[in-house]
């Protein structure tokens, strides 16, 4: 070999046996600068954990505290409203709502100049807007530094006879509701205590005949009451089934004309509606016997809800009174929707979204379809002047939509979690349960 073929060959060994330098472009460098994007996407990824957390945290405080701010503004009107002409050295109306605000938290910079108390020859008229602000938790990093509350209630008191009260409930008792929540207990759990306590509230100091409940427990599908869709005219009595669905999502008059067809359901005795239950023990019997089982349907849920506010039903609920299945004090009910000595109140809770499409069951095709029937028959029922208070209970974000758009107005609906869903309820109670005296806002 020459010299100048062992330089070479002495070059190239040098150069495999000495360490390689690395390089930006090579495997290693690629490695380490993915590695590098990984931790700064982690980092993103986490930070942003932590936003949405922060919001939830922020949201369901800002929930609890306009629940509450509401509930002591329905209070204050409803007691303002009904006191008698005062004698001497008594509080006067004004006086009284303010003392009622103050004894429910509301700081008085929240309502001062905010508290209007008019007298007239239809009775006498209370209006509370007391408005108030959260400071944020966490949204303060998105530049929300607080969140601005009002919680507005106006009652009027009604002269003449007290007005009749019909209430429906809309309860979901879908298999989610086994769900454990913050407080311990399940959601069906929460619900039972929340709504034995409404009706408690409901039925308290009222006349026979007076306040009417119908519960309407509803999953996938909905279980009228026995006998109940034979009935109906315009269904196929060929099929079997013991559930119904309705064709026409557009209308609440005329229910035992709509086009409806059956389907076949699970048929337990406590998945049935208990229409005009006329004291609190039915009630809470009926309510303590619910269970969590099913998929969910809100539309149909709300749609069979409706229906017991329509006096087209009137032979099917005499129907009920003939076999002692309703008392005999409803007969001639519901009321016409003129009648104009009636307070109608629908009461519409989920912890879900509608879910029963790709397979679920027959019902629907999918959660779209399900969603516009749900808000057109809450429009329908509110150009009836039917009120309607819609609860999300750990919904998620679809349930959360929904329910707001069914509600009145922002003042009736609640988005609330675990043990709030009774506060909630109690809320509602404050708003419903009078005899002379209406709450207009």
Not at 183 to 195: C, E, H, K, Y
Not at 331 to 359: E, L, S, Y
Not at 403 to 417: D, G, L, R
Request: aromatic share 6%; with cysteine.
């Amino acid at each position: 070999m020459s010299g100048k073929d062992k330089g070479l060959a002495d070059s190239r060994d040098g150069r495999c046996d000495s360490p390689r330098p690395h390089s930006s472009t090579g495997a290693g460098g690629f490695l380490r600068g993915d590695s590098g994007s990984m931790a700064v996407f982690s980092l993103f990824v986490f930070i942003t954990m932590l936003l949405v957390a922060g919001v939830a945290i922020d949201m369901m405080r800002y929930e609890s505290e306009r629940v509450r701010m509401q509930g002591a503004s329905d209070r204050a009107v409803l007691a303002a409203s009904a006191v008698r002409p005062n004698a001497p050295h008594s509080l006067t109306p004004q006086q009284i709502a303010e003392a009622y605000l103050t004894a429910g938290g509301v700081a008085e910079g929240d309502f001062a100049g905010r508290v209007i108390v008019e007298e007239g020859d239809g009775g006498r008229q209370v209006t509370v807007a007391p408005q108030s602000s959260l400071p944020t938790v966490m949204m303060h990093m998105l530049g929300i530094d607080r969140l601005d509350m009002a919680a507005p209630a106006r009652a009027l008191e009604a002269v003449g006879d007290p007005p009749d009260i019909e209430v429906v409930l809309v309860l979901d008792v879908s298999g989610s509701m086994r769900a454990m929540t913050s407080n311990g207990l399940t959601r069906i759990q929460n619900l039972r205590i929340a709504a034995r306590d409404l009706v408690e509230e409901l039925y308290e100091d009222t006349e026979p005949g007076q306040m009417a409940v119908t519960l309407v427990p509803y999953d996938g599908w909905v279980l009228p009451p026995p006998g109940f869709v034979n009935n109906f005219v315009n269904l196929p009595l060929t099929l079997p089934g013991a559930c119904v669905d309705f064709n026409d999502w557009n209308s609440v008059t005329g229910t035992l004309s709509s086009v409806v067809s059956r389907h076949n359901c699970n048929a337990a005795s406590w998945r049935q509606i208990r229409p005009f239950v006329s004291n609190v023990d039915d009630a809470i019997t009926h309510i303590d016997a619910l269970v969590a089982s099913g998929t969910t349907s809100i539309d149909l849920g709300i749609r069979w809800g409706a229906a017991f506010f329509d006096p087209d039903i009137r032979p099917a609920l005499q129907q009920q009174i003939d076999n002692g299945q309703v008392d005999a004090m409803f007969a001639g009910r519901p009321h016409d929707w003129d009648h104009d000595n009636v307070i109608r109140v629908m009461v519409v809770m989920t912890d879900g979204a509608n879910c029963c499409f790709g397979g679920w069951n027959s019902r629907s095709p999918n959660r779209v379809t399900q969603d516009a029937q749900t808000v057109a028959v809450c429009d329908a029922l509110r150009q009836q002047d039917v009120l309607i208070y819609a609860v999300a209970f750990e919904a998620p974000q679809f349930g959360v939509n929904l329910m707001q758009q069914c509600a009145s107005s922002e003042n009736h609906f609640f988005n609330t979690t675990g043990a709030g869903i009774a506060e909630v309820f109690r809320g509602i109670g404050a708003h419903i349960q009078t005899q002379r005296l209406r709450l207009t806002l």
